[in-house]
């Protein structure tokens, strides 16, 4: 007989990126991945080019500079830096490094798929708890908790809704939270929140009960993604946890030095969160203008309702054929929902007339 799969892995519903198959001819819109509109700083792709030359030599394996770095700019301590390849892996990482077979991880019910993911390949249960509003519930989350609860995944703000939860009840989250629980606030898209009560939840991971892990990633706002750079402050027993663990070199040097040049450019992030602050509510207005339910999100990205799934499926379908490629929602059970992330002027533009030209067929046909 072949080989066989541990059981349980089988029934993992594999991650499925955006979709990129177009008609034909079409020139792409493609607003599906929460990719940066404004692509990375000008100096962190000359730092790229620049490593053309060092392809043959292993990268730093602790990526000192880069955590250095981070450190300098969060405010924070070096040691308790850890680097990955995305914040998926360090996901991945800290799932198998904290639960297994008859552990439970909990989870939103609208969280980020690869939270049930990584906790089914560990052998661990995943477990939802319901929401409110599209928003994680502190107090389903709480509920939720077991003996047999080993971590719980929160992104914040949340993907693919958008939502976040404030200071204060994130706070009294982590404060009801059983120590034995490890909170993994995951603050992808920190950089694009403006309000004055979000906190990522850095002051939380250096206290005496070390149950609290932030994860950052450059694939969103520092415009990286392609080379695939996550980083997580930890306190210093779980870095010591994940560094046992994790890939003898987890980002090349190409990739550490793009994220070093991206760090420092201050006026390209300054530029991206700018460009995020002006369209995200001009694309949200444009679609509630037409008769759509927008989720009010804090990040790169909004979350728009149909009504029904086959009308979700009918606007997808038209907005492909157009060229327009977003992300829509079966897998996160919103199957009358499309993730469409805020892009450059004109996509924007191209999106919002597409599906105004969508609805107004609709509206012929009926």
């Not at 805020?342 to 046909?365: C, M, P, W, Y």
Request: overall charge neutral.
């Amino acid at each position: 007989m072949p080989p066989r799969p541990r059981p349980g892995i089988l029934d993992i519903e594999p991650y499925v990126p955006g979709n990129v198959n177009l008609p034909e001819g079409v020139e792409p819109v493609f607003l599906a991945s929460n990719e940066s509109p404004l692509g990375p700083s000008p100096a962190a792709r000359e730092a790229f080019a620049r490593c053309a030359g060092r392809l043959h030599r292993y990268p730093d394996g602790s990526s000192r500079r880069l955590r250095r770095a981070l450190a300098e700019r969060w405010g924070l301590d070096p040691d308790g830096i850890v680097l990955g390849p995305g914040s998926e892996r360090l996901i991945d990482l800290v799932a198998r490094a904290y639960a297994g077979p008859g552990d439970e991880v909990l989870y939103s019910a609208h969280g980020f798929l690869m939270y049930p993911i990584a906790a089914r390949a560990g052998g661990a249960t995943p477990v939802a708890a319901a929401e409110r509003d599209l928003t994680a519930d502190p107090e389903a989350l709480l509920a939720a908790v077991t003996p047999r609860t080993r971590i719980l995944f929160l992104a914040n703000p949340n993907n693919p809704t958008g939502t976040w939860l404030p200071r204060a009840r994130l706070r009294a989250l982590r404060a009801a939270l059983p120590e034995s629980v490890l909170l993994v606030i995951d603050a992808a898209y920190a950089e694009y929140v403006d309000a004055a009560d979000y906190d990522p939840g850095h002051g939380w991971v250096r206290t005496p009960a070390e149950n609290t892990v932030v994860l950052h990633t450059f694939s969103k706002i520092h415009g990286l993604a392609a080379l695939r750079i996550g980083w997580a402050w930890c306190p210093p027993s779980v870095a010591r946890v994940l560094d046992r663990i994790r890939g003898s070199f987890p980002i090349s040097h190409a990739a550490e030095e793009a994220a070093l040049a991206a760090l420092a450019d201050t006026e390209h992030l300054a530029a991206a969160q700018a460009h995020n602050r002006r369209w995200r509510p001009w694309l949200a207005e444009r679609l509630a203008e037409l008769g759509l339910s927008v989720t009010p999100s804090a990040a790169n990205f909004v979350l728009v309702r149909f009504g029904s799934a086959a009308r979700c499926r009918a606007a997808l379908r038209f907005l492909a054929e157009h060229g327009v490629i977003v992300r829509p929602m079966d897998a996160y059970a919103l199957p009358d929902a499309l993730r469409i992330t805020v892009g450059q002027a004109h996509e924007n533009e191209i999106l919002v007339d597409t599906l105004k030209r969508f609805l107004e067929s609709e509206a012929h046909h009926a």
